[in-house]
């Protein structure tokens, strides 16, 4: 493995990322022909906002959040990105070289197939069944994202907090979720004193263990209980779309 933008040649592994899984081994091995594997940490800008996309990543580990601009330094996010996902999904939509008007930054250290922006858009006509999946993903983000702002105007904080814990569990494929207080407040859009109120509920309740860094998940049924219908309409949709089988 290497740091992004090194040029060292790197062995790749079978993939983990959950929609290259989906495509046929003949348009996989495309893609990974044209990829190289990178290492992304915390607090590391994958995509600036409003600047042109140079790159598209596919997540094999790791969490990244997607944050639209509220104030000239104030960002809250959209949706997350995990290994269920990818970075540069307006590309498949508008298929041209574009500046989108959001944030990409990586909340949670992992890896990714990485891609530049420009060899993406020449391959995409050539995999029409990567670019079916890839819109399917889009439609399960255009929910996620819908269902997420319902939620966050008429649900409690205590109901949103456990909604996204619940999302970003299914997108690190882990119950461990390595974040500070301060981290989820800023990603929420509240006080970091509401968010570690409402962690203190539910560690109290048994749901989850909060330490310094780190908030593991408990009990993820109860936890569903909390979060009202919105995690299991959004969890609906990415079934249905990208695992039609169960």
Not at 17 to 44: D, F, G, H, T, Y
Not at 98 to 107: A, D, G, I, L, Y
Not at 128 to 139: Q, V
Not at 164 to 170: F, K, P, Q, R, T
Request: glycine share 4%; charged share 25%; with cysteine.
């Amino acid at each position: 493995m290497m740091e992004a933008g090194s040029q060292n040649p790197v062995h790749v592994v079978p993939v983990r990322n959950r929609l290259l899984r989906l495509i046929p081994q003949n348009e996989l091995s495309a893609v990974l022909s044209r990829s190289e594997a990178v290492r992304i940490l915390p607090r590391q800008i994958l995509h600036h906002w409003r600047l042109p996309m140079e790159y598209v990543y596919f997540l094999e580990r790791g969490l990244v959040s997607v944050s639209a601009r509220v104030e000239h330094d104030r960002f809250v996010e959209a949706w997350l990105i995990g290994s269920e996902g990818m970075i540069g999904a307006p590309l498949v939509l508008t298929e041209i070289d574009q500046s989108p008007p959001h944030r990409r930054v990586v909340q949670v250290s992992g890896t990714a197939l990485r891609m530049s922006a420009r060899e993406f858009l020449s391959m995409l006509p050539e995999l029409p069944n990567l670019k079916r999946i890839l819109l399917r993903y889009i439609d399960v983000v255009l929910l996620q994202t819908s269902q997420s702002g319902v939620c966050n105007a008429v649900h409690s904080l205590k109901q949103r907090l456990a909604r996204w814990l619940l999302v970003a569990s299914n997108a690190l494929e882990d119950d461990k979720l390595p974040l500070t207080h301060e981290v989820l407040s800023h990603l929420l859009g509240v006080r970091r004193a509401s968010v570690t109120e409402c962690l203190e509920v539910l560690e109290k309740d048994g749901l989850i263990h909060s330490s310094r860094g780190l908030v593991s998940i408990l009990d993820s049924r109860a936890l569903q209980r909390v979060s009202c219908t919105c995690f299991d309409t959004i969890a609906r949709e990415y079934r249905r779309q990208l695992n039609p089988e169960e």
